[in-house]
């Protein structure tokens, strides 16, 4: 387990359950996923959802998504880099002279991509889901990160082996670590996203059992899993965490139907002596 650093401290303090990653990365790495909760000014638990899709459905959610951006800002050393996430296999490099949007996709200047890499300190990396899979990446030395956004779709196309091969370095340096994602027994799929996976590796067909009617139940985990084997990374940590069950910490896209996204960020400290670059602690 990694040494409780600056984010980890400040969202211990502010009594939030969110997420902050079980794995071997180095100090210079930071990073932690939103759940649905959050605590306003008095401590009473409160919901979150940082916004960051195209079109706010309207002006209350949109209202709400600014304040929730604005908590967040606590926690991060500079304005997330979203991305207008479209389920592929893209990746972005982000770095200090990418024009990127500060506050929301709905900026013609985000990146049109599922995953994103930086060698820059304090770019905050940031992607977001409700069922499909965040990923984080860095090297064992904490000079790269990456973030990607996996659904069937992109992992079938290759998001994370293309993150894996812009980070440009040595995948057997590479960990991951996968966030909260709609689990095996809740994630029933067609014949083709079965097909979509076997048609270049047999073996994916171990992520499905059988379900109702010729369909089948898929574990996107195991896929994942499979994937980053593929590209060459072994360390990979995290998984578990069902977003369709636990309707008290996460949205569900399937479960809900709803705009509510978690938001998964990482990112290169520059400084983690003294409070680090974020200053003081949020009270």
């Not at 459905?57 to 991305?83: G, M, Q």
């Not at 499905?208 to 084997?229: I, M, N, T």
């Amino acid at each position: 387990m990694t040494t409780a650093t600056g984010a980890a401290v400040r969202i211990a303090t502010a009594r939030l359950d969110w997420i902050v990653p079980d794995w071997p990365a180095p100090d210079t790495v930071e990073a932690f996923v939103t759940t649905r909760n959050s605590r306003d000014d008095a401590g009473r638990v409160t919901t979150f959802d940082p916004g960051g899709h195209v079109v706010a459905p309207d002006p209350a959610v949109a209202s709400a998504e600014r304040a929730d951006r604005a908590r967040l800002a606590r926690f991060v050393p500079a304005e997330p880099r979203w991305l207008e996430q479209v389920h592929g296999a893209d990746v972005v490099h982000m770095d200090p002279d990418v024009v990127a949007s500060t506050a929301s996709t709905a900026s013609p200047h985000a990146p049109r991509a599922d995953a994103a890499v930086t060698r820059a300190p304090e770019v905050v990396l940031a992607v977001r889901a409700a069922d499909c899979l965040p990923v984080f990446f860095c090297d064992r030395a904490g000079t790269v990160v990456g973030a990607a956004h996996a659904g069937w779709r992109g992992l079938a196309a290759g998001v994370l082996e293309n993150t894996v091969a812009a980070l440009d370095c040595d995948p057997r340096d590479v960990l991951a670590w996968m966030g909260p994602a709609i689990g095996r027994d809740a994630f029933e799929v067609g014949a083709e996203v079965m097909q979509a996976f076997t048609a270049g590796d047999a073996g994916a067909a171990a992520a499905f059992v059988p379900g109702r009617s010729a369909r089948w139940y898929a574990d996107l985990e195991v896929l994942a899993r499979r994937r980053l084997a593929r590209a060459g990374v072994s360390d990979v940590f995290g998984g578990g965490m069902c977003t369709n069950r636990d309707s008290a910490r996460f949205y569900s896209w399937r479960r809900e139907r709803s705009h509510g996204r978690m938001a998964a960020l990482i990112w290169i400290a520059r400084d983690l002596t003294a409070g680090g670059a974020l200053g003081a602690v949020p009270e």
